[in-house]
């Protein structure tokens, strides 16, 4: 299977290629020339295999370059070895009206585990199959998670280093002390003056520096994201949607060939993309529920088909989807009209004006697939108070946000699909949010000592991940103007 990009100007590439390379050299991002189709003896495979049996089958049809041991081999370093908490690796848990796939049981407690600890195993396999000599330099905007859950994954990963920018004040405590206290050889972590947006961009800016990657590049270095812009991000995430809709057989919640929903909190895209790439391929899904937080550009673009970044930006309790840029929107769009130079187009204006308008034909194929809503913090906070009275099942403030809009969509259409919730985080990594809406009191209390009221009060335990953070050492203490990114990244591979 060959990989293009979204806009057209750059050769078509192999799965491994790709993820090395990470962005297009015009800017784009690496989609599937096709996709694969399933049936439903594929999917009713699936039900006695575990989460490792599953991914091989899923990204065998996708990363066609790569040998089925090869696959083998990247998917049980990335899921075994003890790094999950639970033998799912990614459970489904019944709570009545809904079902939530629980996709934080990782060593971050966030669901950019499900990728992250995959893509490092897949770029290293990448590095030796081309026969790359130059040393790979990972460029990461966080909103949070994918800083942790990247640098988790590549540390001290031959051949490779990885850089993670955050936005300075934008993430909560915990995600800050995870990020900050990482160990590695080859890991930096540094704060951006601003908010994710900037970081998001300054990377961006960084790529399309041809000046810059040729300094580089005469350093031996060469540029990759681990992002969700890199293909080798977004492809393992559609496995747990098969898995999940496998589970639901296993249970007898549904019976194959039955379409089921998904509700998806999501900031930058990628995690619903991934759900749509699942139905594209013939997973059984009716309706993906989009939920965003106040910063609710994605819920205008979806209902409207004008995209407009020009906006207030608003701190929320979910600050993973503290975005107004949504990198994965590009791809939907390409594979929604299979015209990359119109996508080039609104990726221009996008870039020059803030903003862009789909036509009335693309807007009518997305919502076909695509329903969304936000909610606010209040909302929020009201969400995870109802579902741990009536269920006792503590929610993270993200997962909080899909659960109220999987709501809202059953309220206004009265759609009884089964629904599926998309849980992101763990509760613990925004304990002092989740304790406040859960209405504790916590005065005094530091961000362990709320680890340890939440846990009063929860069933799953303290993930050993964040429990260790309170003897580690802060490591990382840069910080930057988004002007001066690069100068980072030089200071960076130069030390």
């Known amino acids: 299977m060959k990989y293009s990009s979204t806009r057209g100007n750059s050769a078509q590439v192999t799965s491994a290629e790709a993820i090395i390379k990470g962005l297009a050299l015009d800017s784009g991002l690496f989609v599937p020339d096709e996709l694969p189709q399933i049936d439903m003896s594929f999917i009713e495979s699936l039900v006695p295999l575990s989460y490792e049996e599953r991914a091989q089958?899923?990204?065998g049809l996708f990363l066609t370059d790569y040998s089925a041991e090869e696959i083998k081999t990247c998917v049980e370093n990335a899921y075994g070895h003890g790094k999950f908490d639970c033998e799912g690796r990614a459970p489904v848990t019944d709570l009545g009206t809904m079902q939530v796939l629980e996709l934080w049981h990782g060593p971050t407690s966030a669901f950019k585990d499900m990728a992250l600890q995959l893509l490092p195993q897949l770029m290293s396999t990448a590095l030796k199959k081309t026969g790359e000599q130059d040393k790979v330099l990972i460029l990461v905007a966080t909103s949070g998670d994918t800083g942790k859950a990247a640098l988790e994954g590549f540390k001290d990963v031959d051949q490779i280093s990885i850089m993670v920018f955050y936005p300075e004040g934008g993430v909560s405590k915990i995600q800050q002390l995870q990020m900050l206290t990482q160990e590695g050889a080859n890991v930096n972590v540094t704060a951006v003056k601003g908010n994710f947006d900037d970081a998001q961009s300054g990377v961006k800016v960084i790529f399309a520096d041809q000046d810059f990657n040729s300094q580089l590049k005469s350093k031996g270095v060469k540029l990759s994201s681990a992002n969700s812009i890199n293909w080798g991000r977004l492809v393992p995430q559609i496995v747990y949607y098969f898995s999940a809709y496998a589970d639901l057989c296993k249970t007898g919640r549904i019976k194959a060939g039955e379409e089921i929903n998904f509700t998806v909190p999501t900031g930058n895209f990628g995690n619903i993309l991934a759900g749509f790439y699942a139905k594209q391929m013939g997973l059984p899904v009716h309706k993906l529920i989009c939920a965003s937080n106040a910063n609710n550009v994605l819920t205008d673009f979806l209902q409207t088909g004008r995209y407009d970044r020009n906006r207030e930006f608003y701190k929320t309790i979910t600050p993973s989807m503290d975005i107004l840029i949504s990198s994965n929107l590009e791809r939907l769009l390409y594979h929604v009209t299979g015209d990359k130079a119109q996508v080039a187009d609104w990726m221009a204006q996008l870039a020059q004006k803030g903003s862009y308008e789909v036509d009335v034909k693309t807007r009518g194929i997305i919502k076909e697939t695509f329903w969304a809503d936000f909610v606010d913090d209040e909302a929020t906070k009201k969400c995870i108070r109802q579902v741990y009275s009536q269920h006792k099942y503590v929610l993270d403030t993200h997962s909080a946000v899909a659960y109220q809009v999987a709501e809202n969509y059953r309220h206004e259409t009265k759609d009884?699909?089964?629904?599926?919730?998309?849980?992101?985080?763990?509760?613990?990594?925004?304990n002092g949010s989740v304790l406040e809406a859960l209405q504790v009191e916590t005065e005094g209390l530091d961000e362990f000592g709320?680890?340890?009221?939440?846990?009063?009060?929860?069933?799953q335990p303290i993930p050993a991940g964040l429990a260790a953070l309170k003897t580690k050492e802060v490591r990382h203490k840069g910080v930057c103007g988004k002007e001066a990114m690069a100068e980072s990244v030089l200071n960076f591979i130069e030390t």
Do not use: G, I, Q
Request: proline share 4%; no cysteine.
């Open 416 to 430: 009884n699909h089964v629904m599926v919730v998309v849980s992101t985080a763990s509760p613990y990594k925004f």
């Open 450 to 459: 709320l680890l340890d009221k939440l846990r009063e009060m929860n069933d």
């Open 57 to 59: 089958k899923v990204l």
